[in-house]
Structures are given as structure tokens and as C-alpha cells.
């Protein structure tokens, strides 16, 4: 079955980076569009970044610090945050279009 398992998350100060990761299983990972979202208390999931084989694609308040990649030996999508502010803090989600799946999440708090 279909796994998606996100982790990396944690609390970084204003300025800071982390790593996430997304190890997929159960499905043809190195050619399946690969998301990461994000949600924030009170506000809409919204698009962080997107990998495919068209390219990658970054929401406009993530563009030129966070970098989104994929191991597909390893079946693992990234997203390296870097320059990392407060209102980057949320619950970030791995996800897979091709079947409408979602990993459980890991938090990221940004805050001195």
C-alpha cells in the first residue's frame, strides 16, 4: 500500500534551516509528481513545492530559500529551508497527486 512518511521537522530559530524528508513506498516512485504543503493554525493547506519531470515549481513566498529534490534510489523527496522566518511555521505535509495521498505531517516552528 501507498506510505508516505515525512520527518525532519522541529524548532529552528529565525535565520535557521532544516531538512525535511519524505520516504514513499507502495507505489512507483522516480516517476510520480511529488508535493510538499504546508498549514499553518487558522489558514488554508497551501502548495510549498512541487517536483515532476516537467520541473520544479515554488510558491511565490518560498522561492530562492527552499529547494525542493528527490533520491529516487532512495524513494525520498526533500525539501532543504533555508533563511527561515516565522511565518514559515506549520505543519508540512508530503503529497502524492497521482493518488490523492498524504503523509501525516511533521511541525516546523520558527521562533526565537
Known amino acids: 500500500q501507498v506510505r508516505l512518511v515525512e520527518s525532519g521537522g522541529g524548532l529552528v530559530q529565525p535565520g535557521g534551516s532544516l531538512r525535511l524528508s519524505c520516504a514513499a513506498s507502495?507505489?512507483?516512485?522516480?516517476?510520480?509528481?511529488m508535493s510538499w504543503y504546508r498549514q499553518a493554525p487558522g489558514k488554508e493547506r497551501e502548495l510549498v513545492a512541487r517536483i515532476s519531470s516537467a520541473g520544479t515549481n515554488y510558491a511565490d513566498s518560498v522561492k530562492g530559500r527552499f529547494t525542493i529534490s528527490r533520491d529516487n534510489a532512495k524513494n525520498t523527496v526533500y525539501l532543504q529551508m533555508n533563511s527561515l522566518k516565522p511565518e514559515d511555521t506549520a505543519v508540512y505535509y508530503c503529497?502524492?497527486?497521482?493518488?490523492?495521498?498524504w503523509g501525516q505531517g511533521t511541525q516546523v516552528t520558527v521562533s526565537s
Open positions: 507502495g507505489f512507483t516512485f522516480s516517476s510520480s509528481e
Open positions: 503529497y502524492l497527486a497521482r493518488f490523492s495521498y
